[in-house]
């Protein structure tokens, strides 16, 4: 709950005055109008609302809080520590760089310490702290003598530290309802949160304006904690180019992605329409930010940007996972593209400076499951040797595999809408319990704090948050994003002590077209039929070259399959020279392309006469002899690209699948074909 500073000090007098305190005794002391008493005395009056509590004024009398004695202590406690809430050690710490890196000039021991009220010493033991981690990134902590400390080094390195202690200092909902209040004539401070302090109103509130009110598609789906460390970044940036601290070119653009890097110059633009000039470099910069946020695209091989190797070794952490615990999370397709749009991102994110700001949720996530993580860390150990996972990220990587385990796909009969601060992986887990230990409910709608504006609470029986919300009217529970035995317990009471009459309420935020309808079964079932009637397991004669024994097998396709096979053989060999597509541990290698010279979707299987030796995703050397070919028209329809999707990920899917593939004949292939197809539609019928 949010109040001005002078706001507080009105509400500490009334607290202190039990008895009523007149205006004109409010007036002399704060040194205030009439005028703005009125102003602020009804600020307050609509900040107490939700809990119940009321200032009045009884003719001839002074101004008093009235409430239940629980609610007015609650606001007692309030004021009392909102009068000076010190930072603790990790806060402090970060604090303290943020001022430095943001300094121009030399900061004194004793200017720092009486700013973070701590003593001389303390500030020396911090900065010895942080120094050693500001050297990684090439920062420099100098000590001048008889002139102070100052932090050298490049603006690009300032930045990526700046922009991840801040958003490491702001809870997802103090931050949003922060952006909330912002206006484009905003200039006085609206907030005591040191951190967001750091950057100035006005570029907050064009860094909300770009991300949040003209949202790209890709940023749709993309969880509250990453808006939110994208709209800082941005701000950051805006402040910084404001001031003349610039970034010195060039700065290397030569990794990122057309599409990310086209979004990047869309959002720019939109910034300059408020009057500011962003340098190229600054482009360049923010899309490097950009490339580390999960975006929910689609995941399917014959996308350039698809991934073949780490979708192997995704695959291999979730076999070792499910080796290690006895759980077998490897049919878990949710678990699979998650995890993978996951690992994809987590690869290209900036490292932290310092985990300046621990998550007590993410270390509890870890204990509860406590065999997982250990056998997650293994997995990652094994696949990822190179790359260093902090605590954090195992943390989210525990919560997808956590999320898998508590799927059920039981039927319920009440309408919840759950608020979740945390990402989506704890909002999955929240979801799932909620299904898995109260059977009473029928449709749970989870939406994420900046979404709240957006529904229509009308719709729901019951509304649970996993935070306070100050000023939210309606009636909620609040709840611990991992759904505790005693909550548990509390809603079910909840639910029998009340009748609800079930709203049935659909998603409010992102509809999606239905896929259950007559069309969209036909079309399912007609390309199943063509990809099955067109398979085949043939012979071919292995030629001198890789490249020749593919063109061969393409070549009598052509006129059938594709147009011109010389074409489409270009791009298969071109998508192997990206990345090794041998299957390790098999003879198998998945060759594939989408073309506009392509007819239909298409999927064989060919056999070579002669052993053909190729690098597995592995990077290790393997003898092929039996090529699984794929093809697909461009562009794809949504059947075409769910079909062949299915058959891609079934051939790693399981020990027994690669077996299959690797072994066994066209009519127990087609079989194993046929059922994932025969599984696809009995999905979309049951989802009617």
Not at 621 to 626: G, K, Q, S, V
Not at 664 to 683: G, P, W
Request: aromatic share 8%.
């Amino acid at each position: 709950m949010y109040f001005s500073n002078r706001e507080k000090q009105i509400l500490k007098l009334l607290v202190e005055y039990t008895e009523g305190i007149t205006p004109q005794e409010l007036q002399d002391m704060l040194q205030i109008s009439k005028r703005t008493l009125y102003r602020e005395i009804s600020s307050i009056e609509k900040s107490l609302k939700p809990m119940e509590v009321q200032v009045v004024k009884p003719r001839g009398k002074g101004y008093r809080l009235i409430g239940e004695t629980e609610k007015l202590t609650e606001i007692k406690q309030l004021v009392q520590d909102d009068e000076k809430v010190p930072l603790d050690n990790i806060h402090r710490q970060s604090a303290l760089v943020s001022s430095l890196l943001l300094a121009d000039e030399e900061q004194t021991i004793e200017g720092l310490a009486i700013d973070f009220e701590v003593s001389a010493s303390t500030i020396h033991a911090d900065l010895q702290v942080v120094e050693e981690s500001l050297h990684e990134y090439s920062l420099t902590l100098e000590r001048r003598k008889a002139r102070g400390i100052i932090i050298t080094g490049g603006e690009y390195e300032r930045r990526q530290i700046l922009g991840n202690t801040i958003y490491s200092g702001v809870s997802e909902y103090e931050f949003f309802h922060y952006l909330s209040l912002l206006t484009a004539t905003t200039s006085e401070q609206l907030t005591t949160n040191f951190f967001l302090n750091l950057i100035t109103p006005q570029a907050f509130y064009i860094a909300k304006t770009v991300i949040l009110e003209k949202r790209n598609e890709l940023f749709l789906e993309v969880t509250d904690n990453q808006v939110q460390q994208v709209v800082t970044i941005l701000a950051l940036s805006i402040d910084r180019v404001q001031t003349n601290h610039v970034l010195t070119p060039p700065i290397d653009q030569s990794q990122l992605s057309a599409e990310i890097y086209a979004l990047a110059e869309q959002i720019m633009a939109n910034v300059e329409e408020h009057g500011l000039q962003m340098p190229k470099e600054e482009h360049v910069f923010f899309a490097r930010q950009l490339e580390g946020v999960n975006y929910k695209k689609p995941q399917n091989i014959f996308l350039e940007s698809f991934d073949v190797e780490l979708s192997y070794q995704v695959r291999e952490v979730i076999r070792f996972v499910s080796e290690m615990t006895q759980i077998d999370f490897r049919a878990d397709d949710t678990l699979y593209y998650d995890l993978l749009t996951h690992l994809s991102a987590a690869f290209k994110r900036m490292d932290n400076l310092v985990q300046l700001a621990n998550n007590p949720l993410l270390d509890k996530v870890m204990v509860q499951y406590d065999d997982l993580t250990r056998a997650i860390q293994l997995a990652l150990a094994k696949q990822f040797p190179k790359e260093h996972f902090s605590n954090d990220e195992l943390a989210y990587i525990v919560i997808h595999f956590a999320a898998s385990l508590e799927r059920n796909p039981t039927k319920k009969a009440i309408s919840t809408l759950v608020l979740c601060s945390s990402g989506i992986g704890t909002a999955k887990i929240l979801e799932s319990r909620l299904r898995k230990y109260i059977p009473e409910i029928d449709h749970i709608q989870v939406i994420k704090i900046s979404q709240m504006s957006h529904v229509n609470y009308k719709e729901f029986d019951l509304i649970l948050s996993t935070i306070f919300l100050p000023d939210f009217t309606l009636p909620y529970k609040l709840i611990s994003p991992l759904l505790l035995d005693d909550e548990i317990q509390k809603i079910k009471q909840e639910i029998r002590e009340k009748r609800f009459e079930s709203k049935s309420a659909q998603p409010t935020i992102v509809s999606k077209e239905s896929e259950g309808s007559f069309d969209h079964v036909y079309e399912i079932m007609k390309v199943g039929n063509d990809l099955l009637t067109q398979f085949d397991i043939k012979t071919v004669q292995t030629d001198k070259t890789l490249e020749a024994t593919i063109q061969q097998m393409i070549d009598e396709l052509e006129g059938v399959i594709v147009e011109d096979a010389q074409k489409v053989c270009e791009r298969v060999l071109n998508r192997h020279q990206t990345a090794p597509i041998g299957i390790p541990g098999t003879n198998l290698a998945l060759f594939h392309s989408a073309n506009p010279y392509v007819k239909g979707p298409y999927f064989s299987i060919f056999d070579l006469t002669s052993p053909i030796p190729v690098l597995g995703m592995d990077r290790k050397p393997m003898a092929l002899t039996r090529v699984l070919l794929m093809l697909a028209p461009e562009p794809m329809t949504p059947a075409e690209e769910k079909l062949l999707g299915l058959i891609s990920a079934s051939i790693i899917e399981s020990d027994l699948n690669m077996d299959i593939y690797q072994h066994e004949t066209k009519e127990i292939i087609y079989e194993l074909i046929s059922s994932l197809f025969v599984n696809e539609i009995r999905e979309i019928e049951e989802e009617k």
